[in-house]
């Protein structure tokens, strides 16, 4: 079973002026002549790791990875609570995501993304698809509120004893509202007691839901963890400023894109079927399950299949998009 490429350090690195007061981290990797690739985390406020950079050749590709504003190295940090987040939004990412592409001369690139980073790779491509070449997603969710309240409520009936201590994080007298809403205020009062609660206890259930994968260290680190769930409760309360199925609705414009979806079948999220649905509704793309895999991009039959598509994409010859027929979605395959 093939794993991911050896560690590898970037040959450049910088910080971005994106506006609003934002710096954002960037670096390349691999060969500067290389196919380019840029990597989405996930979250939103995860950052980037060094382990991202190895899920593509870095032989044949140009991998360029950057931090998300306000976390990662990106500055100013979410951790910091005088930190604002009013600029840090989707479409905000998105003219991120150009102004980096522009910056770094790149005409084309590949979009390589996981969870969270499959709807910034979605929302990207269905705006400015003359700029993407392939994509490879993995973990997959296309932002609808009815994701984001299966992984804050409806996931509570399987992990009840976890949720009951998530909910009681909150004032009863929110509990039976939107759980991304409440604790976001929490993460914003003014005591630095109540915001690490929140944010432990945000981070906890976070762990909770993922029972196919060993804890992640970096909830133990308060910066990361306070970071991490005032950004993601800060987009799930305002639906990641997506229209309700708009990326679904959308994907026809990816038509001529081609596209893997790799999905574990153990994965919580395809309770609501959204791979299949993107699966269907995106010309071109093949889903790619992996038995007995859940939310874990480390496991090894993920990690085979991503490093198998990229390495696909690799070997494809470069063509004109146009030059690409509208192409039915591929029959799901398992690994």
């Known amino acids: 079973m093939a794993g991911r490429y050896p560690e590898i350090e970037p040959y450049?690195?910088?910080?971005?002026?994106?506006?609003?007061?934002n710096l954002v981290y960037w670096e390349s990797c691999g060969n500067p002549a290389g196919k380019p690739?840029?990597?989405?985390h996930g979250g939103p406020g995860s950052g980037c790791t060094t382990g991202a950079r190895r899920y593509l050749d870095p032989g044949a590709y140009r991998v360029i990875l950057f931090d998300q504003r306000g976390?990662?190295?990106?500055?100013?940090h979410a951790?910091?609570?005088?930190?604002?987040?009013?600029?840090?939004?989707?479409?905000?990412?998105?003219?991120?995501?150009?102004?980096?592409?522009r910056h770094l001369e790149v005409d084309r690139w590949l979009l390589f993304g996981s969870s969270w980073g499959s709807v910034l790779g979605l929302a990207y491509a269905e705006r400015h698809p003359e700029r993407?070449?392939?994509?490879?997603?993995?973990?997959?969710?296309?932002?609808?509120?009815?994701?984001?309240?299966l992984l804050t409520r409806g996931l509570g009936r399987l992990f009840p004893e976890a949720w009951a201590r998530?909910?009681?994080?909150?004032?009863?007298?929110?509990?039976?509202?939107?759980?991304?809403?409440a604790y976001h205020r929490?993460?914003?009062?003014p005591d630095p007691a109540v915001r690490a609660k929140a944010a432990r206890d945000w981070c906890d259930w976070e762990v909770a839901i993922v029972p196919t994968s060993p804890p992640n260290p970096r909830y133990e680190r308060p910066a990361f963890r306070l970071a991490f769930a005032r950004i993601v409760t800060h987009y799930w309360r305002h639906g990641s400023w997506l229209e309700e199925g708009a990326l679904l609705e959308g994907a026809a414009a990816l038509t001529g894109i081609p596209g893997t979806l790799v999905q574990g079948s153990l994965d919580l999220g395809n309770l609501l079927g959204t791979p299949w649905e993107l699966n269907h509704a995106w010309p071109g793309s093949e889903l790619v399950l992996v038995d007995?895999?859940?939310h874990d991009h480390g496991h090894p039959g993920i990690v085979e299949a991503l490093v198998a598509a990229t390495d696909r994409f690799a070997d494809r010859p470069a063509a004109p998009r146009w030059a690409a027929g509208p192409r039915g979605a591929t029959p799901e395959t398992r690994v």
Do not use: K, Q
């Open 79 to 101: 951790s910091d609570p005088r930190t604002g987040l009013a600029s840090n939004t989707t479409p905000h990412l998105l003219a991120d995501m150009e102004l980096l592409r």
């Open 71 to 76: 976390c990662g190295r990106s500055t100013p």
């Open 132 to 149: 993407v070449s392939e994509m490879v997603l993995g973990g997959i969710a296309t932002g609808r509120r009815a994701e984001t309240e």
């Open 12 to 21: 450049e690195h910088g910080m971005l002026d994106v506006g609003d007061g």
């Open 186 to 189: 929490l993460l914003g009062d």
């Open 292 to 294: 007995d895999a859940g």
């Open 166 to 181: 998530f909910r009681d994080g909150v004032p009863a007298a929110d509990r039976g509202g939107d759980l991304a809403d």
């Open 37 to 40: 690739a840029v990597v989405l």
